[in-house]
């Protein structure tokens, strides 16, 4: 019993985990050329996105790209981290922008092949296109 007496107890303590060693301990400063991306959290806004088999593959293909770099992410990452860019750029760049410039172009290629779709239609059907 009295070498019971001598042994101190131990105690458990708390250890982080991986988050919280590799969080950022100030957060960065929010420019129009880098914008915050949340990391692997539980966000609370979702939106839902369809995409075509092709857009799916070509996702799939860049984040296995980017593992191939090192860089081990999953797709939802990737799309917060896509949208951010395209978002900075659209701040520091305005209707020159990458998406601004992207859209203007897929418009007009839909105009052309909307008024070619539209010659034989009747006008009060196509007032709310």
Do not use: C, N
Not at 12 to 22: D, N, T
Not at 65 to 84: H, M, N, P, Q, Y
């Amino acid at each position: 019993m009295a070498a019971d007496r001598g042994r101190t107890r131990t105690r458990r303590i708390s250890v982080p985990g991986v988050a919280e060693l590799f969080r950022p301990v100030v957060p960065q400063p929010d420019t129009a050329d880098e914008r915050q991306v949340t990391g692997r959290e539980r966000h609370d806004q979702k939106i839902t996105v369809y995409l075509s088999a092709a857009e799916l593959l070509d996702l799939e293909h860049a984040r296995l790209k980017l593992r191939r770099f090192g860089f081990v992410t999953d797709r939802g990452r990737l799309v917060r981290e896509a949208i951010a860019i395209l978002l900075a750029d659209l701040d520091a760049r305005g209707k020159d922008s990458l998406i601004a410039r992207r859209i203007r172009l897929s418009r007009e290629a839909g105009s052309d092949q909307a008024q070619d779709e539209d010659e034989d239609a009747v006008p009060s059907l196509t007032w709310g296109l």
